[in-house]
């Protein structure tokens, strides 16, 4: 069984995992400069979700450094919506307007992927959602 806490390390970012009943939580600190470190974080999370065999995800990304260029922004955008890692993610954000434009996003694409400026509320529309039946 896997340890209840990691550490995904990456060239410029650093994951430090924690799996929680209904949801593995992360906080995210760094960025993903390209999209090479990017392919890098896919991987680590596809591993990390078949390991644990949780496919909700609480991300905390209010100690990420900057923000991400296009293309990575793009690139993550492409593979959440693949569907094949996470069934539902809570994303925690600093900034209201990147809430706002992520959330949007999410809305357009039709998937469980939404931000919050607060924890509590993530948390909650997480576990809502992760009791729902996977999308067909």
Avoid at 86 to 104: G, H, I, K, P, Q
Wanted: aromatic share 8%; proline share 3%.
């Amino acid at each position: 069984m896997a340890s209840d806490t990691e550490t995904i390390r990456l060239p410029n970012a650093t994951v430090f995992v924690e799996a929680r009943a209904a949801y593995i939580y992360m906080r995210e600190e760094g960025q993903l400069k390209d999209l090479a470190e990017a392919q890098l974080y896919f991987d680590a999370m596809d591993m990390l979700v078949t390991r644990r065999g949780i496919r909700a995800a609480l991300i905390d990304s209010r100690a990420e450094t900057s923000v991400q260029s296009g293309a990575v922004r793009e690139a993550m955008w492409q593979w959440l919506g693949s569907g094949k890692t996470f069934e539902a993610l809570a994303y925690v954000l600093v900034d209201s307007m990147t809430v706002t434009r992520v959330n949007m996003r999410a809305v357009s694409l039709g998937i469980r992927v939404r931000a919050f400026p607060d924890i509590n509320e993530a948390v909650r529309w997480l576990l809502r959602r992760s009791t729902m039946p996977p999308r067909g």
